[in-house]
């Protein structure tokens, strides 16, 4: 078995995945047919997939944005969002997820008539009839955007739906210029309304950023949150020599950090993967979780982020069993629910792979070469 193949086979826990970033590219060409979008750059699903990829690249924030414009540009009938959703639920299920959390701004599906209420009961339409057929659970986050001023109606609408499948409320979008707190309003209603807040914080913006988020906005979890790093301190070798107040407080509070590396290459938070703080707080014990952000952008899957996880930062088997349960410990949903996925999902799910992995070794002769170090 390949490294691959094993970190496919085990559950794993998805927390940060947008669903307008992660469509298949056959669905966007086919979706723009019937509506008769025209502004796709090519028919060709493969070239297309290479399109957004290089879009995503670092230095191409315009074609990144751009991308982003096709996708919502076929998210606006409820027929195309209940696909998106349900299709979304399949690639999970290929991708060996038990449990995802994606997110959307349902405001960007309007522009054809649909109401928010529309746009959010068809995504969770396609959401319950892809759990039914490939018995992976999720959780929908409503995103407010950090540049417009209707944040705290989004935030009403995710708790509108908080019955439906709608588990918590988010704010996405360009960071500098638009301080969290701006959003107050939105974020003291959820509080009040006992739900539940993830905010991007430190991705493209310091850590006043992340401060604010948590101790302004009541945040949760943080999405992102790489900017962290300048709130520890470094001795010359790289080793961490201290915390300031706010990373002392992430740490001790375990406040869950929604981790998504290859999407911080691809955006330029990070210079190189190497440089990805993920090392450094794993290793400090920071409850870090593992995410895609957005699959056609950055061309990735929960697999390949593991994948390169244990490429970059050695981490074996059982870390990525670690931060699976440290997801589901943060995620959005009921404890009783979490723990239900913990003992009879997660950990049943590590222990198969590690028993078939054992008796490889028994019978191999070879096991160096069968079995690849995690
Ligand atoms: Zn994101």
Redesign the pocket.
Known sequence: MTTNEIIQSVPKVLL?D?LD?GLRTSTIIELAQEMKYTKLPTKDPGELAVWFHRGANKGNLIEYLQGFEHTIAVMQTKEALERVAYEMMEDMKNDGVCYVET?FAPMFSTQKGLYNEDVVQAVLTGLERGKKDFGVGYGLIICGMRNMKNTLEMAELAVNFRNEGVVGFDL?GEEGGYPPKKHIEAFQFIQRANFNITI?AG?AFGKESIWQAIQWCGAHRI??ATHLLEDITLDKNGKVAGFGDLAQYVLDKRIPLEI?LL?NVHTGAVDKIENHPFGIFFNEKFRVTINT??RLMSDTTMTKEFATAIEVFNISLEDVEKITINSMKSAFIPHKERLDYIYNVIKPGYQKIKDQLLSLKTYSNNYEETVPKL
């Open positions: 940060h947008h970033g997110r996405a991007h991705e999405g992102h998504c999407s952000d957005d």
